[in-house]
Nanobody, 121 residues
Framework: QVPLQESGPGLVKPSQTLSLTCTVSGGSITTKYYYWSWIRQPPGKGLEWMGAIAYSGNPYYSPSLKSRTSISRVTSKNQFTLQLSSVTPEDTAVYYC?????????????WGQGTQVTVSS
């Protein structure tokens, strides 16, 4: 059992930066070989992988969002964060954090409940 909980503002203005935090309980974000991911789902659309940060601290990003995305972590709080800059209404979505586990067959094994973020003026 590894609960994940997203937190952050539910409303962001266009051109500003969306910032979210995922707090992880029951396991350390530095434990090999887990990756800690951000995924979003715009209304009426499918899931979109945004990026992840590895147990080592190395970040990885979706090519389509790389220029606007930053993922980091605060190990003392067992948290990892998402920052998405220059947001537009198309960034409105439910944002999830999730763990990728399984050294030999990686998969999303734990998910947060998701948090709605609306981009609007």
């Amino acid at each position: 059992q590894v609960p994940l909980q997203e937190s952050g503002p539910g409303l962001v203005k266009p051109s500003q930066t969306l910032s979210l935090t995922c707090t992880v309980s029951g396991g350390s974000i530095t434990t090999k070989y887990y990756y800690w991911s951000w995924i979003r789902q715009p209304p009426g659309k499918g899931l979109e992988w945004m990026g992840a940060i590895a147990y080592s601290g190395n970040p990885y990003y979706s090519p389509s969002l790389k220029s606007r995305t930053s993922i980091s972590r605060v190990t003392s709080k067992n948290q990892f964060t998402l920052q998405l800059s220059s947001v537009t209404p198309e960034d409105t979505a439910v944002y999830y954090c999730a763990r990728v586990g399984g050294e030999m067959r990686p998969r999303y094994d734990y998910w947060g409940q998701g948090t709605q973020v609306t981009v609007s003026s």
